[in-house]
């Protein structure tokens, strides 16, 4: 209940050390980090895109 308050808080307690954004979820921050990192992780089998989310690359494969 706590972590699902911070929705409507607006408290963000996760911040990333490299520039500064804050996140209400430590999942939100392991996620931005790729960005910093240049990670995707998440490739398409028919075409090889790569992603930094999961979602996204579901939603290339839906197209």
Request: proline share 3%.
């Amino acid at each position: 209940l706590k972590v699902h308050m911070r929705k409507h808080t607006g408290e963000k307690p996760y911040l990333c050390q490299q520039c500064g954004a804050a996140f209400a979820h430590n999942y939100d921050l392991k996620n931005h980090m790729r960005v910093h990192t240049g990670l995707r992780p998440y490739q398409c089998d028919s075409c090889f895109k790569t992603f930094v989310r999961s979602d996204h690359l579901h939603r290339h494969l839906k197209k």
